[in-house]
């Protein structure tokens, strides 16, 4: 996250336009000493903070977190909005939960009449929004619309976003069930799995982030001889993906990468697990289809772009190469598919740019992995009996 606090400087003529066209994000009630971000941004509350202004067009994520008598900072909760030339966005402190809200006033629109009357004299407690960071967040936002942000947020009507999603038992009725198989079965699958002894929890209705659910590399009801088809090249997993995003004004293509960008920065900014969980199955599932490539070529170019710009944000343990990572063994598997589908541009442009940011060093690239090369058992020779 970036915490530059070094003076901005900002060309008038930039800045006379942002004062025009851009938006205003006015908190209220916010206590002193608050962690508060917008994007890439970070800052500390002051007594004279009352919001943002001049903020672009577009997609971007505002956060807070409480701190405590000793400095210590609660998990970050925030909302995604897509702002409009001129908004006006008002948000409130909520003391309980400690977290910004929708305005609990009875007329929310003449508030914000009265705010944009006396915008003048609110410019000396509206920071400006920090344009030294456009470039950056723009590179990571840049396909997402608006309609892809009312898709995947939170369904509350805060779309709050957290750390960790809202989690309750599940009701005996809700309870997964068994297949039917005895006690004793029930017992032994009990010693496979320890998993099966933790409590059944749900997501709270509302609370999670509405992403499209990844269709499995090998399908549930996929036959034993096309087990290893799917394993090997996930063609039709890609192909069942793409079309959960029904084109319309925007293809397949781009809505699913839009979907891409907003899920990684939910965990870039928001820190949401969920939502790097997200990322990474779709990485994991992506990277592995040489046809999908060759069958794709336009999305498999945009997404190497993509990931170009979102890697080097990765969390440090993340970060190493090796084996052990499995962000990094995708990658590799992802940049061997390029190759063998006609992208080598793409995958040499977005391995020079990983050697270059994060020393991810991808040797013998083009030699046959010995982890999916076949393992030959010999069996015992049997001996016929006279």
Not at 182 to 197: C, F, I, Q, V
Not at 299 to 310: I, N, P
Request: with cysteine; hydrophobic share 40%.
């Amino acid at each position: 996250m970036n915490k530059d606090l070094s003076s901005m400087q900002m060309d008038p003529h930039l800045a006379y336009r942002l004062l025009a066209d851009g938006a205003v994000l006015v908190i209220a009630g916010v206590p002193v000493g608050t962690e508060f971000g917008i994007d890439l941004c970070a800052y500390t509350i002051g007594p004279e903070f009352r919001g943002v202004k001049m903020i672009p067009p577009g997609m971007h994520y505002v956060w807070c977190a409480s701190c405590g008598p000793y400095g210590d900072a609660a998990p970050r909760v925030g909302f995604v909005h897509y702002f409009h030339p001129n908004e006006i966005l008002v948000r409130e402190w909520d003391n309980e939960l400690e977290e910004l809200r929708t305005r609990q006033i009875d007329d929310p629109e003449e508030e914000r009449q009265r705010i944009r009357k006396n915008l003048a004299q609110l410019e000396r407690v509206l920071a400006p929004y920090d344009y030294r960071y456009v470039g950056p967040w723009k590179e990571l936002t840049g396909t997402v619309t608006e309609a892809c942000v009312n898709r995947c947020r939170p369904a509350h009507a805060s779309g709050t976003i957290r750390t960790n999603i809202e989690l309750q038992s599940c009701s005996d009725a809700d309870r997964p069930r068994g297949t039917g198989s005895s006690k004793r079965n029930t017992a032994a699958r009990l010693l496979m799995d320890e998993s099966e002894l933790l409590p059944q929890l749900k997501p709270v209705e509302g609370t999670a982030p509405r992403f499209t659910e990844v269709p499995q590399r090998v399908p549930v009801d996929a036959l034993p001889a096309d087990v290893s088809r799917h394993a090997m090249d996930c063609i039709a997993a890609v192909d069942t993906l793409l079309e959960k995003f029904p084109e319309d004004e925007l293809s397949s293509d781009d809505k699913l990468i839009g979907e891409l960008q907003l899920a990684y920065v939910f965990f870039l900014v928001g820190y949401s697990v969920e939502s790097l969980a997200h990322w990474r199955k779709l990485l994991a599932l992506l990277s592995h289809s040489e046809t999908a490539i060759v069958k794709h070529k336009l999305f498999y170019m945009k997404y190497t772009e993509v990931l170009a710009h979102q890697l080097p944000h990765l969390p440090e343990e993340l970060m190493c190469p090796g084996p052990q990572n499995t962000v990094f063994k995708d990658v590799r598997e992802l940049l061997v598919n390029l190759h063998a589908g006609g992208l080598r541009v793409s995958a040499e442009r977005l391995a020079k740019r990983l050697a270059k940011q994060l020393n991810w060093i991808f040797e013998n690239l083009l030699d046959e992995d010995p982890e999916e090369q076949p393992v030959i058992i010999e069996l015992p020779e049997i001996v016929e009996s006279s």
